[in-house]
């Protein structure tokens, strides 16, 4: 009896073990049983190509010379084995094929070949639950993997739409995407004017901007498009990319790359319609997200900048006198009403050797930069007061500090005064500020500018002027957003009608006058929100 | 950030910690079997993959630790995981790696509970 039938069912046995083993060990399996349980030569096993019809070399003997491909069907396969086989016994099931054993050795007995098909069959058998086994697990994959498809699509909305922070934001994007979509490279281009700059990217890219072809191409199409022509347009060394418009509420505000899809094969291909339909409804979530980080970004830019005028109208607060001094034979009124955005007036009062000096200056810009500039200036007048020095010595070196303090485009009008009431005069230095109104009992005098404003030119000097300033009489000193005051419509409130009113009440107290002229700005402005700072300084020398 | 993964060993009187670095992916997932492959060829038995440092994970990475967990299994061994994003947490549990594998929130308590 041949020793086929003795070992018959240990040989299925060593065969059952292809259900467990790995596809690549198959052919070797196969083989080695074979050869332990029969009294035959094993030449060569081949098997089918898990993709194709084709039959491949899957194990050999070392006297065998065997051709990698079988060509032609299993069927009607007859292998040029050299030596050339003696036995082909097909491992098969009803409905397929899975390859052949090819045989050398003495010729086989009738009841040997039907055992040696047997086994054939048994092994076909084994190799079919295998393939199924594998189909289950596949089948199994992909619907776990769809679900988590549609769980991450999900998790992405609540996840970036929860995410405020941009480049936190922008990681998370990369990161879905990369995953979603079996993607070995991506980047995040955001919006730069008219182009679009890489914001983060997975990987290198081309270049800083996205290419303007590219741009034309994915803003024209408006979702998902690939680019296997111009692969490397994007990602370089790519051979496949993938690229969808982010669309804000009015226009493109970004897009979405992606390069190289990975395959279950170990490779890289083209993106597939169901990665693109995947990163359109991705670029959907991203807009949204993108759109409310932005906008908590500005929110808190409000916020910031709110808190820099909070802190400049601070600053400012506590530069200007707190009250106003008392000086024997001058009465003193004063208004300084800031407007809603911090500006840059300023106004300070020093006595000296009985007589008063009043400064009124505005800075030019708004904001911290004008609230920082005034606080310098504060500085600087105080000390050069403090240094006994006279107006136009002051001016001048407050001109030379300024000009080498300050940004170039930052200067600062200014007038000062100083009243002696003894001597009956008035000295002044105007540096490009408003004129100041000198009021006696029938005669209105401006005191005009006679040099430029301080910090324009490093090496501009300033005299003193002086008129005579009589008993009775008084000054009015003012910043621009008293006769420079808008109403409603636009219109200012002029020169010409301050003027009027000035000679109108020539005769009041400094108090009274101030008040006049605050009355008359507030009835001429009416509604409309106070643009710039009102400043107004008033001495009435007394009679 | 980088595409490339890197591995890093550190072997234990009863097993071994994996620490990745990067993105699993195709390339990443192979560069964990090889490793994981020859410490279970060096008798390992016990694997944990510290995730620490891994943000990113696609479907071929989680199919290749699947076949790995597989491969463990069928030598009697076990794999599990520690230190995992939220993110890939869940991902494992749809997946189904969760199912086969331990997970744990921390390196310390997956080496004791692991006795490694």
Known sequence: MSPLVNQFAEFLHDLQQLERAALSSHGSLIFDAFAKYTPYDVSAVYLRDVRGLA?????????????????????????????????????????????LVALNGDAASEEDLQMLHAAGAFAGSVLNNH??????????FQLKYRLWEL?????????????????????????????????????????????????RSFGDTRSDFLDDEITDRVVAAGEALTFEDASECIFPGCIATVAVPIKGNNAVIGVLAAGDRETREG????????????LSLFANQVAIALENARLHKEALEKQAMQRELDLAATIQR???????????????????????????????FFQREGTLTTIVADVSGKSMPAALLVSAFHAAVQLLFAEGRELGDIATELNRHIHSWSAENKFITMIMIT?????????????GHNPCYVLTANHMEQLRSHGLPIGILGTSKYMTQTRPFAAGSAVVLYSDGINEAENIGGDEWGNEAFEELLVRSAGNTAVGLRDAIAAA??????????????????????? | MTEELRVAVDRKANGAVL?????????GGEEIANRAYELMDDNVRTLLLNLRDTKIVNSIGISILIEIIEKMIDKGGSIAFCCLTPVIHKTFQIMGLANYAKIFDSEDTALKELGL
């Open chain 1, 151 to 199: 769980e991450s699509l999900y998790d992405i909305g609540l996840s970036i739409a929860g995410t405020l922070n941009i480049d936190a934001l922008a990681d998370e994007i990369l990161f879905r995407m990369i995953s979603l979509i079996n993607a070995r490279r991506a980047a995040l281009f955001l919006r730069d004017g008219d182009k679009f700059r890489v914001y």
């Open chain 1, 318 to 348: 506590d530069i200007l006198p707190k009250s106003i001094p008392t000086v024997e034979g001058i009465e003193l009124a004063a208004l300084a009403r800031p407007a809603k955005q911090v500006g840059g007036d300023y106004h300070a």
């Open chain 1, 521 to 543: 700005v507030d009835a001429f402005v009416g509604e409309a929100p106070q643009k710039d700072d009102q400043t107004l300084v008033i001495a009435r020398s007394a009679s």
């Open chain 2, 19 to 27: 620490y990745t670095k990067g993105y699993i992916n195709n390339v």
């Open chain 1, 267 to 278: 490779d890289v291909g083209a993106f597939e319609a169901n990665e693109l339909r995947l």
């Open chain 1, 419 to 431: 009243i002696d009431p003894e001597a009956e005069t008035i000295q002044f230095v105007n540096a």
């Open chain 1, 55 to 99: 039959l491949r070399l899957a194990a050999k003997s070392d006297a065998c010379l065997a051709p990698e491909v079988l060509e032609g069907e299993i069927e009607s396969a007859s292998p040029t084995l050299d030596p050339e086989p003696r036995h082909l016994i097909p491992i098969r099931t009803i409905r397929d094929h899975f390859g």
């Open chain 1, 131 to 140: 393939r199924l086994a594998q189909e289950m697990r596949e089948g199994d």
